[in-house]
């Protein structure tokens, strides 16, 4: 069973901060997504890493910066967090792109709810 | 570039009532669809793909190439149904995109 987990539920930052959301997959996955759940406009892909080390923008990558150092984490950080960035965060990861639908399905964590004040 | 929409932001229906999610799509290429599912308070979770031609908790999509639509369909909804469900497609750079999202919500 796939278990992706996020450190935390919930976090509360000011404005300025800088923030780190981190991300454990333990399934030895190559990909591993960052979004934002906004209410009306879903998901949206911040970044993404396909391997360590390596990351790839996505959708919506500005305010934001990833790192990912080993296989089974990615992290998202918020240089400087605005009250624009309050949102749900979502982390996802998945097998390859091996081309074959069950190794590309993404397995999502729990979400980290982010209040900028 | 590739696009997802959900029209309705909330569905009510009644229990034991047909229900039918929205979801259309524009993308140039081939793509693949999908429907993703977060009931209250877990994480969410693949419900079903089109290329598996599944029928999931009841659920069922069919891929309509001509309209660009991906809708999800149930004949008889039952109150556990209740969720946001979201319509994603895969296209260019093995990417989702995912829609708006649809609140349904079955009551008794």
């Known amino acids: 069973d796939v278990k992706v987990t996020q450190s935390s539920r919930y976090l509360v930052k000011r404005t300025g901060e800088k923030v780190f959301l981190e991300c454990v997959q333990d399934m030895d996955h190559e990909n591993m997504f960052w979004y934002r759940q906004d209410p009306g406009l879903g998901l949206r892909l911040i970044y993404f890493?396909?391997?360590?080390?390596?990351?790839e923008k996505g959708d919506i990558p500005e305010g934001y910066s990833v790192s990912r150092e080993k296989k089974e984490r990615f992290s998202l950080i918020l240089e400087s967090a605005s009250t624009n960035q309050t949102s749900m965060y979502l982390c996802a990861s998945s097998l390859s792109w091996g081309g074959q639908a069950v190794e590309e399905t993404q397995y999502f964590g729990p979400g980290t709810r982010l209040l900028v004040l | 570039a590739q696009r997802v929409t959900q029209p309705e932001k909330l569905l009510s229906v009644f229990k034991g009532a047909p229900v039918e999610l929205k979801c259309n799509y524009s993308?140039?290429?081939?793509?693949?669809l999908f429907w993703y599912v977060q009931y209250s308070r877990q994480r969410l979770q693949l419900l079903l793909r089109?290329?598996s031609r599944e029928s999931i908790k009841g659920f069922t999509a069919d891929l309509n190439k001509g309209e660009t639509s991906f809708h999800l369909k149930k004949p008889f909804a039952q109150e556990e149904d209740s969720a946001m469900y979201y319509c994603a497609l895969r296209g260019a750079g093995n990417m989702l995109t995912f829609g708006g999202g649809t609140r349904l919500m079955v009551k008794p």
């Open positions: 993308y140039s290429g081939s793509p693949e």
């Open positions: 089109h290329i």
């Open positions: 890493s396909y391997d360590v080390k390596m990351k």
